[in-house]
């Protein structure tokens, strides 16, 4: 199993941005869905407004401006930053990395490490597992930590196992190291074999994009997209969370030697709020424990913890000691959890791009 315990790793800001463009689901899906389905939905999932990007807008302008303002409000010098992560499935280009061209718009010194990596609803905990392990080696002092999406350009308005889902969003969360951390622990896990339960079949090597890629197919499910959009095995995405979530929360607990009573809140990837009251229900965890924000800001992939905690947590993580497992699952199929204890984490107004 891999799994990880580090002591001297400390998340000392999160800021996150979301692009100044909110649309209402009844507005999105009027000409496609039937509103009392729409209806029906919302109070199932919990989303009442996703934000999509502006033209031009791209996964990169919302991680900049997320971590410039971070870098200002916990007052950094931007010189003693040495490693920036950059974790999302709609990087700017497929080459360079989009690492190098923040380190450039950041004013980030060339002795910045930099990375990125191609993962979706895991990625804020493996993002903080690197983060945790380049400090803790020695390797940086001062990391930035970018993670989100801007998902939306590939959903089909026409498919509504995702257009009610997925929205924009990215984070940035400053980590450091700290004498005075009281230690955080992880584990990870990985199932290929789901590969298909979510994915956008075309636009990479495997399947370049064709005129056939552009083609609208309908499913047996009526949903409308082409090979070019999202696609999402909602049921077995559901039965794979339902099964791996609740033992990767117990087994974190445990890694970190605590016990559940320990726990102050359960921070769960924001898929969506059936699934959610779910997964705590199957792992026993109080409903009080397990905040949810999807009406707020819809599934923002990888960025939704972090969205979680400014938006629901972030007066208690400033001022309190906030014991919480984290957990990512989703895409991949790739999960993982973390345990850790938030404390003096200055959390900035997201922002709206």
Same mark, same amino acid.
């Given at each position: 199993?891999?799994?990880?315990?580090?002591?001297?790793?400390? /998340?000392?800001?999160?800021?996150?941005?979301?692009?100044?463009?909110?649309?209402?689901?009844?507005?999105?899906?009027?000409?496609?869905?039937?509103?009392?389905?729409?209806?029906?939905?919302?109070?199932?999932?919990?989303?009442?407004?996703?934000?999509?990007?502006?033209?031009?807008?791209?996964?990169?302008?919302?991680?900049?401006?997320?971590? *410039?303002?971070?870098?200002?409000?916990?007052?950094?010098?931007k010189e003693s930053i040495d490693g920036l992560?950059? !974790?999302?499935?709609?990087?700017?280009? /497929?080459?360079?990395?989009?690492?190098?061209?923040?380190?450039d718009r950041l004013g980030l010194p060339i002795?910045?490490?930099?990375?990125?990596?191609?993962?979706?609803?895991?990625?804020?905990?493996?993002?903080?597992?690197?983060?945790?392990?380049? !400090?803790?080696?020695?390797?940086?002092?001062?990391? !930035?930590?970018?993670?989100?999406?801007?998902?939306?350009?590939?959903?089909?308005?026409?498919?509504?196992?995702?257009?009610?889902?997925?929205?924009?969003?990215?984070?940035?969360?400053?980590?450091?190291?700290?004498?005075?951390?009281?230690?955080?622990?992880?584990?990870?896990?990985?199932?290929?074999?789901?590969?298909?339960?979510?994915? /956008?079949?075309?636009?990479?090597?495997?399947?370049?994009?064709?005129?056939?890629?552009?083609?609208?197919?309908?499913?047996?499910?009526?949903?409308?997209?082409?090979?070019?959009?999202?696609?999402?095995?909602?049921?077995?995405?559901?039965?794979?969370?339902?099964? *791996?979530?609740?033992?990767?929360?117990?087994?974190?607990?445990?890694?970190?030697?605590?016990?559940?009573?320990?726990?102050?809140?359960?921070?769960?990837?924001?898929?969506?709020?059936?699934?959610?009251?779910?997964?705590?229900?199957?792992?026993?965890?109080?409903?009080?424990?397990?905040?949810?924000?999807?009406?707020?800001?819809?599934?923002?992939?990888?960025?939704?913890?972090?969205?979680?905690i400014c938006d629901k947590l972030k007066n208690?993580?400033?001022?309190?000691?906030?014991?919480?497992?984290?957990?990512?699952?989703?895409?991949?199929?790739?999960?993982?959890?973390?345990?850790?204890?938030?404390?003096?984490?200055?959390?900035?107004? /997201?922002?709206?791009?």
């Amino acid at each position: 199993m891999a799994k990880a315990r580090f002591n001297n790793a400390k /998340i000392k800001g999160i800021c996150c941005a979301v692009p100044n463009n909110p649309i209402l689901i009844e507005e999105m899906v009027k000409p496609y869905f039937d509103e009392n389905y729409v209806k029906k939905m919302k109070s199932i999932i919990g989303v009442k407004q996703l934000y999509y990007a502006k033209e031009g807008q791209t996964t990169s302008d919302l991680g900049y401006a997320a971590a *410039e303002k971070l870098i200002a409000d916990i007052g950094w010098e931007k010189e003693s930053i040495d490693g920036l992560i950059f !974790i999302s499935q709609t990087p700017d280009y /497929i080459m360079p990395a989009t690492s190098c061209i923040l380190q450039d718009r950041l004013g980030l010194p060339i002795t910045t490490l930099t990375l990125d990596i191609n993962l979706g609803c895991s990625a804020y905990i493996y993002g903080l597992f690197l983060a945790s392990q380049f !400090i803790s080696a020695g390797t940086c002092k001062r990391i !930035i930590l970018v993670v989100g999406d801007t998902i939306s350009r590939r959903v089909s308005p026409k498919d509504k196992s995702t257009v009610l889902i997925f929205g924009d969003g990215v984070s940035a969360t400053a980590v450091e190291f700290s004498d005075e951390n009281s230690g955080s622990s992880f584990i990870l896990k990985t199932d290929g074999s789901g590969a298909n339960s979510l994915i /956008i079949p075309a636009g990479s090597n495997r399947y370049p994009c064709t005129d056939e890629s552009k083609v609208e197919k309908k499913d047996d499910d009526g949903n409308i997209r082409a090979d070019e959009h999202i696609q999402m095995d909602g049921m077995g995405i559901f039965l794979f969370a339902l099964r *791996e979530v609740p033992v990767i929360l117990k087994e974190v607990i445990e890694l970190n030697e605590w016990t559940s009573e320990d726990v102050d809140k359960v921070l769960l990837h924001q898929a969506n709020n059936f699934m959610l009251n779910h997964i705590a229900q199957k792992a026993d965890i109080p409903l009080d424990k397990v905040p949810l924000n999807m009406d707020s800001f819809g599934n923002t992939g990888g960025a939704t913890i972090p969205f979680l905690i400014c938006d629901k947590l972030k007066n208690d993580v400033k001022v309190r000691k906030l014991k919480v497992i984290m957990s990512g699952f989703g895409v991949g199929l790739s999960w993982g959890a973390a345990a850790m204890e938030l404390s003096d984490v200055f959390c900035s107004e /997201i922002l709206f791009i």
